[in-house]
């Protein structure tokens, strides 16, 4: 039996949308579990809510206008999309242990087992994945040590 896509899209608009993106994260992977069968660990559901809060708080930050928060579950991942509309492109900064903030990057990319970031039409958008189940005595990503 082939699986579809479990997907979920949201928009926001306004202030602060950072709580209620993460919200809908949890709700979503919430849902996942108890309609569709799918296991959520409870790391992969604090890291989905944590990059999505680092994902929506920059196009909140850097992108006038709306963003758009797509989640998708497949093959035992969830891939959380942002889309913007600033077109610049995110750059990870140097490490800096003297560096107060602008650190939401570089935690994205070290909790996630793919990250990427693409130009479109208008704006851009921002691609993580987390594995949803625990490697027991893996990476904490879900990526091969």
Known sequence: MVRRPVLSAATFVGDEPVAEARDTARRFLTEVQAVHGIPVSVRAMGMVELV??????NAYKYAPGP???????SDGAVAISV???DPTL???RAADPGRIGQHGLEIVMAVC???EVRREPVGKRTKATVTLADDPGGHPAGRLL
């Open 52 to 57: 999505v809060s680092e994902l929506v708080t």
């Open 113 to 115: 087992s793919s990250f």
């Open 90 to 92: 995110p750059v990870a």
């Open 83 to 85: 889309w913007d509309t």
């Open 67 to 73: 963003c758009l928060l797509d989640l998708e579950v």
